[in-house]
T-cell receptor
Framework: AQSVTQLGSHVSVSEGALVLLRCNYS??????LFWYVQYPNQGLQLLLK??????LVKGINGFEAEFKKSETSFHLTKPSAHMSDAAEYFC?????????????FGQGTILTVHP | DAGVTQSPTHLIKTRGQQVTLRCSPK?????VSWYQQALGQGPQFIFQ???????QRGNFPDRFSGHQFPNYSSELNVNALLLGDSALYLC?????????????FGEGSRLTVL
């Protein structure tokens, strides 16, 4: 079985500051990992994904994440926050194999960006 | 190119009633998954349809059922509604059952059960 824990339900940063959103996973098989973003009253949009290639994954809007197997982590970072980054972010895991399309999501982290 | 579209966007039902939610996948996609997102929670997988059959199912009771049509669109049906069924229901599509988790989501149908 797979599970995801996102540390911190709310993160607040100043515009221009580093964004760090934490995600730890549990998986009985080598996982596929994802970060999705949800803006108010919208569906989820894929930011980036890890599928066992490079451990440092670059996504859209300047976000990146690093897969660390030893720490079972997949933290999301962005060097400089913009006001437009304010949204809810979800980390998700997929076991692959016959489970394609079945994502297990974390509880989400709401990112607030202050001017 | 239209993305994933869902209808209705909002609806209110009372306990015991039945509801049908609809989803049209992104053009070129043949696989549809449904998720339930309760307030303040992450989405939870309900089931996935491919080639008009339910291929995978999450931990949801039989009150939740679905259907996929030959044009790949899909319906989610919930019978005997409970207050706890109040949530945002998200439809996601992907280009084939073998796509590794790259789902395209609609904006959801917000169901309120009174």
């Amino acid at each position: 079985a797979q599970s995801v824990t996102q540390l911190g339900s709310h993160v607040s940063v100043s515009e221009g500051a580093l964004v760090l959103l934490r995600c730890n996973y549990s998986s009985s098989v080598p996982p596929y990992l994802f970060w999705y973003v949800q803006y108010p009253n919208q569906g989820l949009q894929l930011l980036l994904k890890y599928t066992s290639a490079a451990t440092l994954v670059k996504g859209i809007n300047g976000f990146e994440a690093e897969f660390k197997k030893s720490e079972t982590s997949f933290h999301l970072t962005k060097p400089s926050a913009h006001m437009s980054d304010a949204a809810e972010y979800f980390c998700a895991v997929n076991a692959g194999g016959t489970s394609y399309g079945k994502l297990t999501f974390g509880q989400g982290t709401i990112l607030t960006v202050h001017p | 190119d239209a993305g994933v579209t869902q209808s209705p966007t909002h609806l209110i039902k009372t306990r015991g009633q039945q509801v049908t939610l609809r989803c049209s996948p992104k053009s070129g996609h043949d696989t549809v998954s449904w998720y339930q997102q309760a307030l303040g929670q992450g989405p939870q997988f309900i089931f996935q349809y491919y080639e008009e059959e339910e291929r995978q199912r999450g931990n949801f009771p039989d009150r939740f059922s679905g259907h996929q049509f030959p044009n790949y669109s899909s319906e989610l049906n919930v019978n005997a509604l409970l207050l706890g069924d109040s949530a945002l229901y998200l439809c996601a599509s992907s280009p084939g059952q073998g796509t590794i988790g790259e789902l395209f989501f609609g904006e959801g149908s917000r169901l309120t059960v009174l």
